[in-house]
């Protein structure tokens, strides 16, 4: 097992979701993503998301659409 410490107040990379939309068994949100880290291809990004249930199960998440920062 790993263990880290996470400085809280690090601005290098910085997630937000929003926009949740309630739709039947269906939750779609955005994920924004802002970063400082090089080891990302840009340093802003946005992709949509959507979370189902049916029957009581869960599917996996699955990206919808991405659109550039």
């Known amino acids: 097992m790993r ?3 996470i400085d809280l107040a ?3 990379l910085v997630v937000d979701i929003s926009d949740a939309l309630s739709e039947r068994d269906k939750v779609k949100f ?3 993503t802002k970063t400082t880290l090089s080891d990302f291809q840009k340093p ?3 992709v949509l998301r959507q ?3 049916s029957s009581g ?3 996996p ?3 919808a659409r ?3 920062g």
Do not use: A, G, N
């Open 3 to 5: 263990s880290d410490t």
């Open 10 to 12: 690090d601005q290098s």
């Open 30 to 32: 955005t994920v924004h």
């Open 44 to 46: 802003e990004f946005s």
């Open 51 to 53: 979370h189902e249930s």
């Open 57 to 59: 199960s869960t599917t």
């Open 61 to 63: 998440w699955r990206r």
């Open 66 to 68: 991405t659109t550039p």
